[in-house]
Nanobody
Framework: QVQLVESGGDSVQPGGSLKLSCVAS????????MAWFRQAPGKEREGVAL????????LYADSVQGRFSISRDNAANTLYLQMNDLRPEDTAMYYC??????????????????WGQGTLVTVSS
């Protein structure tokens, strides 16, 4: 399994921005599919965004489309999530994840084998 460490979570006001980072323990050139998920209190974990180097695809949940941007720097073994125009409903613990089966690179969290410990994002006035 890959070890993943997220950072960048904070408390911000509505309309603010944050950039989350996720550092992997090994070379991400060999890890095509990486994704961000989030879980709000009392809710199920949901997919936010993914990036697949195998086919150069990025995918976003409808709720964040146009506001969030996922990217990666394989030279630094790091995954990013730029979050703009944050809303109170974006408040959640954010997790990065990787190593689903090759056929399962999607925004469903179930197939992902490796997870970080999470970083908390709070959006409140």
């Amino acid at each position: 399994q890959v070890q993943l460490v997220e950072s960048g979570g904070d408390s911000v006001q509505p309309g603010g921005s944050l950039k989350l980072s996720c550092v992997a323990s090994r070379d991400t050139h060999n890890i095509p599919c990486m994704a961000w998920f989030r879980q709000a209190p009392g809710k199920e974990r949901e997919g936010v965004a993914l990036i697949n180097d195998r086919n150069k695809v990025t995918l976003y949940a409808d709720s964040v489309q146009g506001r969030f941007s996922i990217s990666r720097d394989n030279a630094a073994n790091t995954l990013y999530l730029q979050m703009n125009d944050l809303r109170p409903e974006d408040t959640a613990m954010y997790y990065c994840a990787t190593e689903p089966p090759s056929w399962a690179c999607a925004l469903n969290p179930a197939p992902y084998k490796s997870w970080g410990q999470g970083t908390l994002v709070t959006v409140s006035s």
